[in-house]
């Protein structure tokens, strides 16, 4: 059974920064699949995925985000980031990371049940 748990999320102002942690346990996953940060807006009941990387080390981006989040991966330490900078209140929403299937971004597909992600506010 793989588990994800995610952390770092909080309230921060817009222009601030954040750095997600997402630590895997369970079957091992890293060195085999790509690893993805996906996020559920307010409202919103489907999860959008916004930063992907490959197993070697490939990265990939929604346009919302790209040149503001940075995806990364330690594979020592079975565990995936996502370093958040400019955050904008379009951004706030609950943050929740996966194993990936897929060659592309747009075929990408979560493999594994959800974690609770972590919430990110971003608020004046």
């Known amino acids: 059974q793989v588990q994800f748990v995610e952390s770092g999320g909080g309230l921060v102002h817009p222009g601030g920064s954040v750095r997600l942690s997402c630590a895997v346990s369970?079957?091992?996953?890293?060195?085999?699949?790509?690893m993805g940060w996906y996020r559920q807006a307010p409202g919103n009941e489907d999860r959008e995925l916004i930063a992907r990387i490959t197993s070697t080390d490939v990265t990939n981006y929604v346009d919302s985000v790209k040149g503001r989040f940075t995806i990364s991966r330690d594979d020592a330490k079975d565990t995936a980031y996502l370093q958040m900078d400019d955050l904008q209140p379009e951004d706030t929403g609950v943050y929740y990371c996966?194993?990936?299937?897929?060659?592309?971004?747009?075929?990408?597909?979560?493999?594994?049940?959800w974690g609770q992600g972590t919430q990110v506010t971003v608020s004046p």
């Open positions: 996966n194993a990936l299937a897929g060659l592309q971004m747009v075929t990408s597909q979560s493999l594994y049940p």
């Open positions: 369970g079957r091992s996953v890293f060195g085999f699949y790509a």
